[in-house]
Structures are given as structure tokens and as C-alpha cells.
């Protein structure tokens, strides 16, 4: 019904920035809140980002004056930039999205296949 595809991942040195996109298709009516999750090696999927529809953002502490998420209503995409990377920040990315589906108007969490960054020192 909805896809998310995400892009951009890749190797980046420490100190470097690093642009990773998401876009939606399938069959929406509206995009509630995105964001951005991630998940190291050995550790819990944790939120980095969200934006709500109105464009409010929430951060995670680690990545504060680092990070920026926006979004692009009319093409249903979000991108997080990501500035002063450090090896720490080295995980796979996802996209969330929360969606209201067409015809059923009913809500529905999508997750993309998530994107590799790694960082290296």
C-alpha cells in the first residue's frame, strides 16, 4: 500500500556531513509525522528525528546542532543532514512515516529498509 525507500547512505570520515532521503509513495492521503530512527550493532532502535505535518521538530540529544530534518510535503519525502558526524553516529537509518492510506482514511506506521552510515574515525 505505502512504500518508503530511503537513499544516500555511505562511508564518511569523522567531522564530515552526510544527506540520507526518504520518499513515499503508494496509495496515501496524508502524511502525519516522519522522522528518522537508527540502529547500531548491538543496540535498540532509537529515534534521531521527527517532524511533525506542521514542521515541528524533536531531537534526540546526542545529535542537537548537528542534525537537520526537513520535509517536502508535495513529494512526500523527508531528509535528515547530517553535520559533524562522529564514529558514533555509525548505524543503519530508517524513515518512518506515519500515513492515512486513501479510501479507508485509516492510519498506518510504514518503515523503509533502512540505509547504512558508517563513520570512520
Known amino acids: 500500500q505505502v512504500q518508503l525507500v530511503e537513499s544516500g547512505g555511505g562511508l564518511v570520515q569523522a567531522g564530515g556531513s552526510l544527506r540520507v532521503s526518504c520518499a513515499a509513495s503508494?496509495?496515501?492521503?496524508?502524511?502525519?509525522?516522519m522522522a528518522w530512527y537508527r540502529q547500531a550493532p548491538g543496540k535498540q532502535r532509537e529515534l534521531v528525528a521527527r517532524?511533525?505535518?506542521?514542521?515541528?521538530?524533536h531531537y534526540e540529544d546526542s545529535v542537537k546542532g548537528r542534525f537537520i530534518i526537513s520535509r517536502d510535503d508535495p513529494k512526500n519525502t523527508v531528509d535528515l543532514q547530517m553535520n559533524s558526524l562522529k564514529p558514533e553516529d555509525t548505524a543503519v537509518y530508517y524513515c518512518?512515516?506515519?500515513?492515512?492510506?486513501?479510501?479507508?482514511?485509516?492510519?498506518?506506521?510504514?518503515w523503509g529498509q533502512g540505509t547504512l552510515v558508517t563513520v570512520s574515525s
Open positions: 503508494g496509495s496515501i492521503f496524508r502524511i502525519n509525522s
Open positions: 518512518n512515516a506515519d500515513v492515512v492510506i486513501t479510501f479507508s482514511y485509516k492510519n498506518l506506521e510504514v
Open positions: 517532524i511533525s505535518s506542521g514542521g515541528t521538530t
